[in-house]
Every structure is written in structure tokens, then in C-alpha cells.
């Protein structure tokens, strides 16, 4: 049997959909966060605080632009770093420290969001890299 809520529903309609939504982080800082279509996940820009990076935002939550450029890292281990870390595991019954086995690859994304399309540049080392396109909506 299905059930039906008869509430009001936060979610949109596709086509009234926000490119960006607010966040606040728990220093009390404001920004936005995208949906990125190199990543597949989201990325934050603050736009008030302090003791932190600033975006400018043109306030257009249809067609934003944020300056300067965003470019975000994430280091992790390679398919082979991992396997070594489980045969490791096999013979010593521990897994290496992060010492022992540092991340061995940096992912980046570096963009700049303008009138709601994302400009890949060509340090990104995802799929979209060189490439500009729409930000999906939320
Ligand atoms: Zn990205």
C-alpha cells in the first residue's frame, strides 16, 4: 500500500528550480552552494563572514556569477594504494597509517561561475575539464 503525504512539498518543479542554495556553516559565515557537474557533488562559496575566503555574488540566484574563481582539491588514494593497503592488512593485520601510506592523488576542480553557466579550466582533472556548461538546478 502507498501512503501520500498531503503536505506542502519543499521541492520544486524542475523548471523553477534554483541553480544555488543558502547555507550557513556553524562559525555563522553565509554563502551558496552548486551543484558541480565535474564532481557530481556540491561546492560552497561564502559570501559573508570572517576569517574566511569572500566570493563576490551578483545576487542572481538564476544566473549567479561569483568572483574570483573557485577551485577545489580533494587528495585521496589510487585504486593501487588502496590494494596495497589491504594486502598489507592480509599479512599484518593492521592497515597503514596515514604516514605509512599518504594519499597519492589530487583531484581539482578550478571554475569560474558566470550568468549561471560553469567554466571549467584546464587544471580540473575530471571529465568537464576545458569545457563550459549550465548549472544543473537543485
Ligand atoms: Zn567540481
Redesign the pocket.
Same mark, same amino acid.
Given at each position: 500500500m502507498y501512503t501520500f503525504c498531503t503536505g506542502q512539498s519543499t521541492i520544486k518543479p524542475k523548471n523553477m528550480g534554483n541553480k544555488i542554495i543558502t547555507y550557513k556553516d556553524g562559525d555563522g559565515n553565509l554563502g551558496y552552494h552548486f551543484h *558541480?557537474?565535474? *564532481?557530481?557533488?556540491n561546492?560552497g562559496v561564502c559570501t559573508e563572514g570572517e576569517g574566511v575566503p569572500i566570493w563576490e555574488f551578483n545576487g542572481n540566484e538564476e544566473f549567479p556569477t561569483f568572483r574570483p574563481s573557485?577551485k577545489?582539491t580533494f587528495d585521496h588514494l589510487s585504486e593501487e594504494a588502496m590494494q596495497r593497503n589491504i594486502d598489507f592488512y592480509k599479512i599484518h593485520g593492521r592497515y597503514l597509517t596515514h604516514k605509512e601510506l599518504p594519499y597519492d592523488v589530487r583531484e581539482i !576542480?578550478h571554475?569560474w561561475v558566470t550568468n549561471g553557466n560553469?567554466e571549467?579550466l584546464s587544471d !580540473?582533472t575530471?571529465h568537464?575539464k576545458g569545457q563550459t556548461v549550465e548549472l544543473n538546478d537543485f
Amino acid at each position: 500500500m502507498y501512503t501520500f503525504c498531503t503536505g506542502q512539498s519543499t521541492i520544486k518543479p524542475k523548471n523553477m528550480g534554483n541553480k544555488i542554495i543558502t547555507y550557513k556553516d556553524g562559525d555563522g559565515n553565509l554563502g551558496y552552494h552548486f551543484h *558541480c557537474p565535474g *564532481c557530481d557533488e556540491n561546492h560552497g562559496v561564502c559570501t559573508e563572514g570572517e576569517g574566511v575566503p569572500i566570493w563576490e555574488f551578483n545576487g542572481n540566484e538564476e544566473f549567479p556569477t561569483f568572483r574570483p574563481s573557485i577551485k577545489v582539491t580533494f587528495d585521496h588514494l589510487s585504486e593501487e594504494a588502496m590494494q596495497r593497503n589491504i594486502d598489507f592488512y592480509k599479512i599484518h593485520g593492521r592497515y597503514l597509517t596515514h604516514k605509512e601510506l599518504p594519499y597519492d592523488v589530487r583531484e581539482i !576542480c578550478h571554475s569560474w561561475v558566470t550568468n549561471g553557466n560553469i567554466e571549467f579550466l584546464s587544471d !580540473c582533472t575530471h571529465h568537464l575539464k576545458g569545457q563550459t556548461v549550465e548549472l544543473n538546478d537543485f
